[in-house]
């Protein structure tokens, strides 16, 4: 037996409890979570205050918390049979668009997530020390594992990948805004197509994505711009190119801060008072022509956004994106075209956003290699489903509810869904013996089609009752003609 | 922008990189992960070895390790198409058997997985302190989960609940014996129904997912036996009744450590060495029979395990099960039924394990509800379908590749993609201007049904050439006509 390897907390008494037999292991000494202590001390609400701790009962140790950990989600049937859905969609819509799936490890070195602009998500990384002193953090977001796992193949994949993920991703916030600490992001990404139809296709993905479950290009619309858009800006402004992430991760928080404070941060840049005011004057343009005025006609920024609206049109997906120049998206590695999906009441945060990073691999130490992709949260859709009112009516499902009707005939039940499962149909065995208003309540419940009732008589002669809910029909068959 | 709190690790230089335009955030220090300098400094490599910290240059932080966490893994797209494989095949037997989908939280608090008997299982928590001072642990199972989320819904579910859940489970061991620190279990479990006809239902799951998979009896095998065989010994003996499932977590051992140690951590409890002895004994019946002989016919042990056979023979997998005293499974709380199955050729670890735990839900402070269920990994299974050279091959599937056979017909290409994915075919579509010869590379290499030709002459009609890959069958079609 090993011994464990716990930190302790001298403010808490050791639980006696836990010493019991460890005559191998040295006296075991469990800081009791200040989580559970507040619980208990509440009555086992889900209070998040962290109370001076009391002395522990072996009782008390017992009331746990009944609450998924702040912030995160069971998934009972009802929330799953949701999950499942919408994953569904992610994923058909992928194998529509010829990509291939992955996943990564949930938890990765804290090292793949670290990088010098500051953005939100790095802010607010889920991170630890393990057990044995490294560094590491839930994954925050997929793309970071997504260019690694790519470096770690090399030569060995050919381009370009087409490759899609749906994976949980963490967040820890100290403040709570009714934000979740979990959520699980569809992914899709193109490496090694350095051309705007790989951004085309992957917006055309979404519209598809969204076509399937019933929203229209009336409900939502894609803000398209261009990184490069900022970077000839401040190139013209004389910002050194290594904070051109920094400005991107300044501007992405427009809408969210007051206009002084960005425009203090960007003066952090070095940039003049005057470049700073022409720049947001800049970002306000909604027109693709207004830009050019602007930039001038030669740019790439501009060839790149006239493009990506060209194909639009032959994917046929003009009337969903507009171009704004304001969207510049909160990540450091995005390199050119960038976009988001909106609701168009403005009701809700982006939907999803995404968009291309085409030096990502190099802050890795990998070669570069032209990459695009999304990234599309299970949550806000959700919210946007139900105020649309387009959230599926979906409950369980089940061919037969299987039911003896003698303690006695147990076996032969079960000898009954054996042979209707074996013919590819679900079953639900009624595994008690129970009164048959009973049986027909789980029935509606568990909305199956028919009731196949195992009687001593039928039985005898190798058949069966069966009852079609739906029509009341009822009839008895013999088990190997029953289909 | 808040301030990022982390851990300093004072043996390390601050990294300056990150400072670049931080004025509202007090200075950032960052400690590096052991593993990550570990790497740079062997060149990249995978070792484990802990150096002393060298004088970090920005080009050594770049080097990031492209492997996953140790104990960890990526998923290719081969790899997840196993992955897949495997899952639906998970997820089908459950639905078969009328089995809701659930999911908890990767993350739970620590105390949730916290039992006096000190299991492996709880040895090797993979536990934290989290930002916010509290004790969490990644889960090493799914069943306390389940606990906590049936005590949390209480009364406004409707026994008895049949749920299954795919999840990945973590532990941490600091020992490498090859074994990974992650895998995902399948579970399925029945709560509120205290007949053995529930276990019966189980095994039949498992078993209707072997045959699924081409595993036949002659490979493998289930050892079954109840826990209230040692309990009614136990009380013979006169060890007290708490000391029960420790004395299990002992017996669990017995194939793992040599026996004089068995010996001594069973005479920690009280038990004197005849006693010991004896219990050895009994433990190695291999027959009901021989059970009963020692037992007497009374019990529930006995009566139990005489149902669950009866019960496999009306199921039909009869020839599936045996019963062996030793087996008493490593968790603390199984209380009735227990039993793993194994490889007949006896190479591999048990390949899944589960068992009746009717008392589980009290030490969380609810009030017990009689439950079973099992536990199924992804990796004992993979080896074992690799040694019988069962493993399926699964490659890409993709209906068409669709490719425009001039740069300004990549809109024209766009056009035609979108039309096929309308009626559900799937599309690789081709993003950039390559040669044919690429282009039929690329179609082998996703296993594409039909290359797609969009070239000028043929869409100024509105058409497009289509090839039939296998056939070579080649004709041109309008657009409006292909299917």
């Not at 963490?170 to 934000?179: A, F, H, I, L, S």
């Amino acid at each position: 037996m090993r011994a464990i390897h716990m930190r302790l907390s001298s403010s808490f008494r050791p639980i006696l409890l836990f010493d019991l037999v460890s005559s191998c292991s040295p006296p075991r000494q469990f800081s009791i979570p200040r989580r559970l202590i507040s619980a208990a001390a509440n009555g086992g609400g889900r209070s998040g205050s962290i109370v001076a701790a009391p002395l522990l009962t072996e009782e008390d140790f017992h009331k746990i918390d009944v609450n998924p950990p702040k912030g995160t989600r069971d998934f009972p049937p009802e929330d799953m049979r949701l999950r499942n859905w919408l994953f569904n969609h992610f994923k058909e819509v992928s194998r529509l668009y010829g990509f291939e799936e992955v996943d990564y490890p949930v938890l990765e070195t804290e090292a793949l997530f670290i990088r010098k602009a500051g953005e939100e998500i790095r802010d607010q990384l889920y991170c630890f020390e393990d057990r044995g002193n490294r560094r590491v953090a839930l994954r925050p977001e997929l793309t970071p594992s997504l260019a690694r796992l790519v470096i770690q193949k090399g030569k060995s994949v050919s381009l370009p990948l087409k490759w899609f993920a749906v994976g949980q991703c963490w967040r820890y916030e100290r403040m709570t805004r009714g934000r979740r600490r979990e959520h699980y992001q569809w992914n899709m990404d193109i490496i090694g197509v350095p051309q705007v139809t790989a951004e085309a296709e992957l917006i055309s993905s979404i519209v598809t994505f969204f076509k399937r479950i019933g929203i229209t290009a009336s409900d939502v619309g894609f803000k398209v711009s261009s990184r490069k858009v900022l970077q000839e800006l401040l190139k013209k402004y004389g910002v050194p190119e290594d904070l051109f992430g920094r400005v991107c991760i300044i501007i992405d928080k427009i809408e969210k801060i007051p206009i002084d404070e960005i425009k203090n941060e960007l003066g952090f840049t070095g940039m003049s008072e005057d470049a700073i005011e022409q720049l947001l004057q800049v970002l306000s343009v909604k027109s693709l022509d207004d830009l050019e005025d602007i930039l001038g006609g030669s740019g790439e920024a501009i060839a790149d956004l006239k493009q990506l609206f060209s194909l639009a049109e032959k994917f046929g997906y003009s009337e969903w994106i507009q171009f704004d120049a304001s969207v510049v998206r909160g990540l450091a590695y995005y390199t050119g075209i960038v976009f988001e999906g909106f609701d168009r009441k403005g009701k809700l945060r982006a939907i999803c956003g995404g968009g291309r990073y085409d030096r990502l691999l190099s802050t890795y130490g990998g070669d570069d290699i032209p990459a695009c992709g999304f990234g599309f949260g299970d949550a806000v859709i959700v919210e946007l489903l139900k105020e649309k009112d387009l959230l599926p009516k979906l409950g369980q499902e089940v061919e037969n509810i299987v039911c003896a009707l003698d303690k006695d005939l147990q076996g032969a039940a079960a000898t009954v869904a054996t042979a209707l499962r074996d013919k590819g149909q679900t079953v639900d065995l009624v595994l008690e013996s129970k009164p048959l208003k009973w049986v027909f309540k789980r029935a509606a419940r568990v909305n199956a089609r028919r009731l196949v009732l195992v009687g001593k008589a039928e039985w005898e002669d190798g058949s069966v009752s069966v009852k079609v809910l739906s029509s009341g029909e009822q009839f008895q068959v013999k088990l190997s003609d029953l289909e």
